[in-house]
C-alpha cells in the first residue's frame, strides 16, 4: 500500500474564499475541498476560474479572504508563511531558477535555509539529481541557462522535494514544454510519484494531462465552481453535468480505454484455443493490449496469472464497466464515486 494515497486528510480547504483588492467579485468562490496524504490532484478549469489562485492560497502566496486552510491536522491559514512555505514544494511553468546560482546551489537553497550542513546538502544534490534523471557529475556545477527547458523543469521539481516536503503545489509546470519532452516529462514524474507518493496539487488547463496523472481531477467551472472532484475513469465514466461533459470533449469511451487495465475489468477466463494471443500483464490497460493485438494480428490475450480471453469479451467487459460506473477499476482508483463536493 505504500504507493497508493491514505485515506488520512493532508490538505483540507474549508469555506475558502479569495476577493482580490479591488475586484467586485470572489476568484475563488467558497470552496471545499479534501486531499487526502499522497494522492495526486489535478485542478482544471478554463482560464480564470481560481485554480492558481486556489493553488496559492494553499502555501500563502495568495492570502485566503475568509476560510481555513489545513495542512496535515494543522490550521495553516495564520502563523508565519515562509515557515509553512519551507515545507511545501512549490514547482511553476517559469521554473524560477535563480541565473547566477549553480544547479547544486538552487537545489540546495530550502536545506540552506533549514540550516543543513554542507555534506548533508551535497549528498541530498546528489540524491535528487538521480531521482529526476540527470547526472549529478555533469549537471550540479552548471548555470540554469546551460540546460535544455526540459532539464530545467527537472531541475524546478528537485529543488522543490529538496527539504523531503509532505506537500507538493505544482502551477503548469510542463504548460512551456514542447509535446515530446512534456510527454516524457508527465511519464517520468509519474514513476517519481510511485517512489516518493507525495500529496500533489497540479493546476493545468490540460483536461488529458489532468486524466492522465492524477488520482483525483477536481474540474473547475466558471466562478470557481467545483463541478466534480473524482478519480479520472469516473469522470470519463460519468461526467457530473453538461459543463464537464463539454470540457471532457469528444471520445471519453475511447480514452477510457487508456485507464482501464486489462486485470481489473473482471473477465470470466475463456478457451482461446487455436485463437492467435499476445501476452499482457494484468496491469496492462485496455487500449495498449488492442494496439499489441493490432500489431501481431492476435485477437486474445493471455493475462500473465489471469487466464486468457478474447478482443470480443475484452470489449464487452469494458462497455459495462461504462454502464456500471466503473464498479470494477472505478473502485480500485483512490476516490472514485465520491459525491461532488459542490462549492
Ligand atoms: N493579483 C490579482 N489581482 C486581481 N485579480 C486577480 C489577481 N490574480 C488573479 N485575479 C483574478 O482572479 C480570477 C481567478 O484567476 P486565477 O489566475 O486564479 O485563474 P486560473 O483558473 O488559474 O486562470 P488561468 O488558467 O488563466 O491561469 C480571475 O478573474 C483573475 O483575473
Redesign the pocket.
Known sequence: MSNTPTTKPMIRLENVT?R????D?L??APLNLEIKEGEFVCLV????????????MINRL?EPTSGTIWIDGKDVTHGDPNELRRHIGYVIQQVGLLPHMTIEQNIGLVPGMLGWDKKRIADRVTELLDLVGLDPKVFRKRYPKQLSGGQQQRIGVARALAADPPVMLMD?PFGAIDPITRDRLQEEFLQLQERIRKTIVF?T?DIDEALRLADRVAI?AEG?RLAQFASPLEILSNPADDFVRTFIGEGAAVRRLNLLKVGELGIAPSDITGVPFVDVESTTTVSAALERMLNAGASAVRVRGGGSFTVQQMLLATTAETDGAGAGAGASAAGAGEAVAAS
Open positions: 479569495k482580490y483588492d479591488g475586484s467579485t476568484a475563488v478549469g478554463p482560464s480564470g476560474c481560481g485554480k492558481t489562485t486556489t493553488l496559492r495568495v503548469e493546476v488547463h473547475f470557481s
